[in-house]
């Protein structure tokens, strides 16, 4: 496989090698046929019809002029056709108007957007008067109100000789070329215009570039990408067999080529590709149907194909709007929409991950290349990083969801105290997450897991035996990032709420590669009810959704519990490792004493005075997280005291732990507390 050449990002495409020359035709033909014009009102005002200095008067020969009807404007035809001044005038006109009909920028500009005479005639007037300020006053005298300095269709109609009464501007209107002002209504022959400031862009530095929407786009050159074609060889064949590309959603997580699919396929069709931050568009204020016009419009202008990311941004309503400007787009989504065509790009194989990385990178590929299913995105990444053989797994972006929560991972396996049955099943666990890719790619076995390759556990036991501290290790050694779920705003009354948040919280984790874990599981995966109302109906379809969404996962999750016998058996059967945490026996109990009471702080300094090991392990019942809390609590009395730690702060330490579940110190020992 060949590799992936990072996306270059041109310059927008040169409309014209001489694009001064095109505005210079257009001042001059404007300025022609404003003598012209100009000549006639002049005419008007030797004829008694006006007056140049009338104000708000308005004269019986203008009234008599304007009722005329076509009598009075075949007199100024007939004029026209004599006067040898206003013949000149007319030459010369048609003349620039021939030579800026010929000119590639103006004639490619009208082709692109459709322009007849009419529109094109207007749309010249408008860059005119915005190439040269100084023309507004003409423009003001033209309309015989000094007001009035922007031009009008009216005018435009006017200026070009033609007694029509069409409006001139809808496929400038259609395409943002240019708007009236003030609000003024867009129909009307009388409202004032302003050119839109990409079109004088255009034709001035012949380059097509819009301020309202510039670091939005990128355009990417079609020779950038051909050698990125086989990252998804089935993905491109289906989307350059698809009939309408404006109806196509190329759909997956983020980071996995997407885009870079898109550039794919312009290239096979030697195009640029126009790539658009949906997001950062709408973020400016725009409209989404007018951010995606303006896109359109750019990408019409040089001939690209446009690519929306993150298109899930745009109402449906207004993708259907864009389709009738003619323009081909693509679009990127994180899922597919169910009325548009979707093809899903698959996730890299273990062969396609390590070959990826070797166009990259000349070392060896880091293990996480193998026990984790990297989206090119990831890949990239890390070998920009100059990451080693050693490289730690690190997700393309970390969830953005206020459900989840990071936890911290500072514990690693010699860190935990169990049993050696448990410690062996979680070892398990975390090789399985650490080798599925080599079982699944490369030895076959993938089929086995045709609904999802996730891998989920179950914790279960009391409060404080370790779950927690289990899956920080394990995610430690995975180098995943941990995220618990808030379940108290995941469980919502409300119907179809728990399970849209539920599906937001998967999505999330799906996307970054972290591993989820559900403390209190059994909140959630509990036992389905008999149904004696729709409100037990509708637990129900939560919990179905559960269990179908559990076995699709792709990623990693550990569910925890205090109540395994609560969780509902057609969820266990879905999940690969059940795990029993038990309340630490004994010798288990003395090491972690041990471990919590350190005899030496970090300088040196001894912490404590006699301790009876055997008899806290012995007589003192309690879990690794009441241990931790009992040591915390007699460093402090002993600091109070001014003392080192002993017997007697741990037992009072003790005896108020044990009391928050109202247990009670053993007999023998309540009279050695002391307190």
């Not at 969780?567 to 059940?578: K, S, T």
Request: aromatic share 6%.
């Amino acid at each position: 496989m060949t590799g992936v050449t990072t996306l270059r990002v041109e310059p927008a495409a040169r409309l014209a090698p001489n694009p001064g020359a095109t505005l210079d035709l257009i001042l001059l033909l404007v300025r022609q046929r404003a003598r012209r014009l100009a000549r006639l009102m002049e005419r008007a005002w030797e004829a008694g019809r006006s007056s140049p200095d009338q104000g708000l008067a308005i004269t019986a020969g203008e009234v008599a002029w304007l009722l005329a009807g076509e009598e009075g404007l075949a007199g100024d035809v007939a004029f026209a056709a004599a006067d040898p001044a206003m013949v000149a005038l007319h030459q010369s006109a048609a003349r620039t108007g021939a030579a800026l009909a010929r000119d590639p920028a103006w004639a490619g500009l009208r082709a692109a957007f459709a322009l007849d005479d009419d529109e094109a005639d207007f749309l010249a007037l408008l860059v005119a008067v915005e190439a040269d300020p100084g023309l507004q006053r003409v423009i003001a005298y033209l309309h015989d109100d000094s007001r009035l300095v922007l031009p009008t269709p009216a005018l435009s109609i006017r200026l070009a000789g033609r007694h029509t009464r069409t409006w001139p501007a809808r496929n400038i209107l259609r395409w943002r070329l240019a708007a009236p002002v003030d609000g003024a209504p867009p129909h009307a022959l009388t409202s004032a215009w302003r050119i839109d400031p990409a079109v004088l862009f255009a034709l001035t530095d012949g380059e097509w570039r819009d301020p309202e929407i510039d670091g939005a786009v990128e355009l990417v050159g079609s020779e950038a990408v051909a050698s990125a074609l086989a990252l998804q060889p089935a993905a491109l064949a289906l989307l350059q067999r698809a009939n309408d590309l404006t109806h196509v959603e190329l759909t997956g997580p983020i980071g996995i080529g997407r885009q870079t699919l898109a550039a794919s396929f312009a290239a096979s069709r030697r195009q640029p590709l126009l790539v658009a931050n949906t997001n950062s568009l709408i973020a400016r204020h725009l409209t989404p149907f007018d951010a995606v016009t303006r896109v359109l419009r750019h990408a019409r202008s040089n001939g690209a194909l446009v690519y929306f990311r993150d298109a899930e941004a745009v109402p449906a309503a207004d993708w259907a709007r864009a389709r009738e400007l003619g323009v081909e787009f693509l679009r990127g989504t994180r899922i597919a929409t169910a009325s548009e065509t979707a093809i899903a790009l698959a996730p890299l194989t273990l062969d396609q991950r390590q070959a990826l990385w070797g166009s990259l990178d000349d070392g060896p590929s880091p293990a996480v290349i193998a026990s984790h299913r990297l989206v090119p995105a990831e890949i990239a990444r890390l070998a920009r990083a100059g990451s080693g053989p050693a490289a730690p797994a690190r997700s393309v972006t970390r969830p953005d969801h206020n459900l989840l929560a990071r936890l911290a991972c500072p514990y690693d396996w010699d860190d935990l105290v169990l049993p050696p049955d448990v410690s062996r099943q979680l070892r398990e666990f975390a090789d399985q997450v650490r080798l599925r890719w080599s079982v699944y790619d490369e030895w076959g076995f993938g089929r086995l897991a045709h609904l999802g390759t996730g891998i989920a556990a179950l914790f279960g036991g009391p409060s404080g035996t370790g779950k927690t501290m289990a899956a920080q290790v394990i995610a430690r050694s995975l180098g995943l990032e941990l995220y618990r779920v808030d379940l108290a705003g995941v469980v919502n009354k409300y119907v179809g709420e728990t399970e849209k948040k539920l599906r937001e919280v998967f999505d999330a984790c799906e996307d970054s590669g972290a591993l989820l874990f559900f403390d209190e599981a059994d909140a959630l995966f509990g036992g389905r009810m008999q149904v004696k109302d729709a409100h037990d109906r509708f637990a129900n379809i939560e919990t179905n959704y559960l269990l179908q969404r559990i076995e699709t996962y792709d990623g990693i999750a550990i569910l925890a519990t205090n109540r395994r016998d609560e969780i509902d058996e057609a969820f266990v059967r879905r999940l690969r490792f059940i795990v029993d945490f038990l309340p630490p026996r004994p010798e288990d109990r003395l090491i972690l004493w041990r471990r919590a009471l350190r005899e030496t702080s970090p300088s040196g300094e001894a912490l404590l005075e006699a301790i009876d090991w055997a008899l806290l392990a012995e007589r003192l019942n309690m879990t690794g997280a009441a241990i931790k809390n009992t040591a915390l609590s007699a460093a402090f009395l002993a600091r109070a005291e001014g003392r080192r730690i002993g017997m007697d702060h741990i037992l009072h330490a003790a005896r108020r732990e044990l009391g928050k579940n109202h247990d009670k110190l053993p007999v023998s020992l309540r009279e050695g507390d002391g307190r």
